[in-house]
């Protein structure tokens, strides 16, 4: 009887800060906590892709159809000039294993898994893009040193990981600036 | 009993509501807008085998008999031996291979999309549930020799260099070059779904197979895999790994139990 009655009055009496628009300060907050949260755990990925749609695909069937199959791999230019990168993560082997981006403009990547859980990562920079089965992570990334970079898988993916790191080679805009729509680009021995 | 009254109504929420409607509407037009500018023309699609590992697929390619598999298999022991070992280099042995990737190249012979003159016309004779037992019976074929047998086999010469070379690509890989270790997707370390097992392979065919998907007259590998690997071997690295595997376990110093 007591601590129902003690309960009452602390209901019945919020703070003063609650009564005149706390409300909006404290959602603004609660937001704002959220969506840090979900930075923080990474829970990012799928909450955006189901927001977006568009970013789902089958992992077992990247092969067959959609925009990872083999042909498609690698750096594309698009029809307003910018330009977007495709590659698959798996076990154990990024796909093209060598990629070719321009240096000083904003690149578009999309990444896929194909199995597990991997963290393309950029070495020298703080950039890393999770590629997870079954969602296209993309990331638009600037570039502005030319030269060569390894970009090592820094998620533990199974006996293979140490050895999985593709290349990345930056070089000037000139050299990419014959890129046909229907061609793509990569610097993987094939 | 009283209640208090809600602390999320009134002005302050309805403006709360609004930055949340606002902020989602916003998320929805990112995805739009990324959407709409990626329309660009894709190159002519090349698949590389119309086998997907896909529940169905697993389902179909591991529920095969393999008595069946046995009665079929009297037309395949002519060239792969009657207990799953050939007595010709370039022909692979099957006995113990892993049901999947037996059933993922029947499927790729029939499709077409691995090229053999002997192999093409032989599997476009057979159902999906004849690779099945097929696939069933040769992975129960056992790998080690009879215990009972005495005769003494004349254990390969291996060359120090050629092995250590093939060892340290095993084992280890070459981070510089991003090739992973073999043993971590051919066994024993792990495996992944369509590799076949190389311990007991001979060396003749998989010097064959590497160079064939290096040259490109083999490319039915599930997103470019084999080939992104094998093209940044050495002719002496496809060499040393050939021998390494075809020596089989016992000659491996150990390596493979």
């Known amino acids: 009887m007591n601590a129902s009655s003690s309960l009452q009055s602390t209901n019945a009496s919020p703070p003063g800060m609650l009564r005149k628009g706390g409300g909006f300060i404290l959602s603004v907050v609660l937001l704002g906590l959220t969506l840090l949260a979900l930075r923080y755990y990474e829970v990012d990925l799928p909450i955006y892709s189901l927001l977006e749609g568009h970013n789902r695909v089958d992992p077992a069937e990247l092969h067959l159809s959609g925009e990872f199959v083999e042909s498609n791999l690698g750096t594309a230019v698009n029809a307003d000039g910018s330009y977007t990168v495709r590659m698959i993560a798996q076990q154990y082997l990024f796909v093209p294993q060598c990629i070719v981006v321009p240096a000083g403009v904003p690149v578009q990547f999309r990444v896929t898994s194909a199995d597990a859980s991997h963290l393309l990562s950029f070495s020298g920079t703080p950039y890393s893009i999770q590629a997870a089965p079954g969602y296209v992570s993309t990331a638009e990334l600037t570039f502005d040193r030319e030269g060569q970079f390894p970009m090592p898988c820094r998620r533990f993916c199974g006996p293979g990981h140490y050895a999985m790191r593709a290349q990345l080679k930056v070089v000037n805009r000139d050299q990419l600036a014959n890129l046909r729509p229907y061609e793509r680009i990569t610097c993987a021995l094939r | ?257």
């Open chain 2, 1 to 257: 009993m009283r209640y208090a009254k809600p602390v999320l109504l009134g002005r302050g929420a309805l403006s709360a509501y609004l930055v949340l409607v606002l902020s989602l509407v916003l998320l929805f037009c990112k995805g739009i807008s990324q959407s709409a500018t990626r329309a660009e023309v894709q190159p002519t699609i090349q698949i590389p085998s119309n086998v997907a590992w896909t529940e169905e697929t697993i389902r179909l390619a591991s529920g095969g008999d393999a008595f069946r598999g046995l009665l079929w298999s009297r037309r395949c022991s002519h060239c792969h031996g009657s207990e799953g070992f050939s007595e010709e280099g370039g022909i692979p042995d099957l006995a113990g291979l892993d049901r999947l990737s037996l059933w993922k190249q029947l499927q790729d012979f029939r499709a077409g999309k691995r090229r053999s003159a002997a192999m093409q016309p032989i599997a476009s004779g057979l159902s999906d549930q004849n690779i099945a037992d097929l696939a069933a019976y040769f992975s129960m074929l056992p790998t080690s020799p009879d215990p009972q047998d005495n005769r003494a086999f004349p254990q390969p010469i291996l060359d120090r260099l050629h092995t250590s070379i093939a060892v340290r690509l095993v084992v280890f890989g070459d981070a510089a070059r991003g090739i992973p270790p073999c043993q971590a997707c051919h066994g024993p370390v792990g495996f992944i779904k369509g590799a076949p097992s190389l311990m007991t392979q001979n060396g003749t065919y998989l010097r064959n197979q590497m160079q064939q998907f290096s040259d490109g007259s083999r490319a039915n590998d599930i997103n470019v895999v084999m080939r992104s690997i094998v093209n940044q071997l050495t002719d002496v690295e496809k060499t040393s790994l050939a021998e390494f595997y075809g020596a089989g376990p016992q000659s491996a110093g150990g390596l493979h139990p």
